[in-house]
């Protein structure tokens, strides 16, 4: 008979594939990989699957827009497998009623629909999915001459150790253009199990101007705990960091890094995510064809290198580049319904 601890120590080495196989051996299994400690030692042992997770949006090959009810697939690739293996089909989300998504956050991704003001909390790992209760945002108008659109984030609050669920909602006139928020709320997993209204934040405030304009929209990301600001157009990639100004005291100013990358400034260069080294994932997805290049930027160093994904198959060609999605993704084990009950993991 092995003891509790020997099942422990074998399970908690296993890949997390193995693991959702035997939860069904038996309860005491089924408890320990429950257990949001065991969840914890996986992470810290590394045997969950650590690497690139690509997603997409499957356009209507009719309409050339994405639609709810059309496939959500998940892939995954190893960072060092690039170009050598294919990429495996990681999760399948048939006939969804969502848009988009939300970052991956230690594990987990939200799934909403910005039009119908739905939220879905999903752990790729395990499979599971959890439907939170609808925001208080005003319900999508049928007035033709006013709608609404619903932005969600989802975050990890180191300090309360709690995932949370911020909640926008944002009103536009007949003619689409902005008018104002209509309700900012937050949502804590396993606290309450209800919305919570905060103030609506300035949305035009200026915070340290980039001395330099900006055309066609920017990424807003943190890199090495500071904050920056990347800017990919065709051939080069802009990064804007904030740091402290060299004479000492609180000012705080903007300094850019430039980098050439793609292939003779024919292709635009879209931000795709960080890695936990702090360098930057840019693809070009300007590009029809697969496989596609992904550069790995050292913003830091100003250095780059080039990796290829592979493995999309015949699917390639009902994907919209623009619309591909790349992040680092590292699994967790954590069970949805034990963040619920708030038996936090961390």
């Not at 294919?86 to 909403?112: A, N, S, W």
Request: include cysteine.
């Amino acid at each position: 008979m092995f003891t509790q601890d020997l099942i422990w120590g074998v399970l908690v080495c296993l890949p997390t594939k193995s693991l959702m196989r035997f939860k069904c051996v038996s309860k005491l299994w089924y408890s320990i990989i429950r257990n949001p400690k065991f969840a914890k030692a996986q992470a810290i042992k590394g045997a969950g699957f650590r690497g690139l997770l690509i997603t997409n949006v499957f356009y209507n090959p009719n309409t050339f827009r994405e639609t709810p009810g059309q496939p959500h697939i998940f892939f995954h690739v190893k960072l060092n497998d690039c170009g050598r293996r294919l990429i495996y089909r990681h999760l399948t989300i048939q006939e969804p009623k969502h848009t988009r998504f939300t970052p991956f956050v230690k594990g987990l991704i939200g799934l909403y629909n910005h039009v119908m003001n739905n939220f879905t909390l999903c752990n790729i790992a395990t499979r599971e999915f959890l439907d939170l209760p609808p925001s208080p945002s005003p319900p999508p108008s049928a007035d033709l001459g006013t709608h609404y659109v619903y932005n969600y984030f989802l975050g990890f609050d180191p300090v309360e150790e709690v995932y949370k669920v911020l909640n926008i909602c944002l009103r536009y006139d007949e003619e689409n253009n902005f008018v104002g928020t209509n309700g900012t709320h937050v949502f804590t997993l396993g606290v309450n199990m209800n919305w919570r209204n905060i103030a609506s934040p300035p949305l035009h405030s200026e915070f340290n101007e980039i001395p330099e304009h900006i055309k066609d929209g920017a990424d807003l990301v943190e890199i090495c705990e500071s904050l920056a600001i990347n800017y990919g157009s065709y051939g080069k990639c802009d990064v804007w960091t904030m740091n402290k100004h060299c004479g000492g005291g609180e000012l705080e100013v903007w300094t850019r890094k430039r980098k050439s990358l793609g292939r003779g400034g024919l292709t635009r260069l879209n931000y795709a995510g960080t890695l936990p080294t702090g360098e930057m994932m840019v693809a070009e997805q300007d590009l029809l064809n697969f496989p596609f290049p992904i550069h790995i930027y050292d913003h830091l160093k100003n250095k780059s290198k080039l990796i290829e994904i592979k493995g999309f198959g015949s699917r390639s060609m009902e994907m919209d580049p623009q619309k591909i999605k790349i992040c680092y993704f590292e699994e967790n084990v954590i069970s949805l319904d034990c963040l619920m009950r708030n038996q936090q993991q961390y």
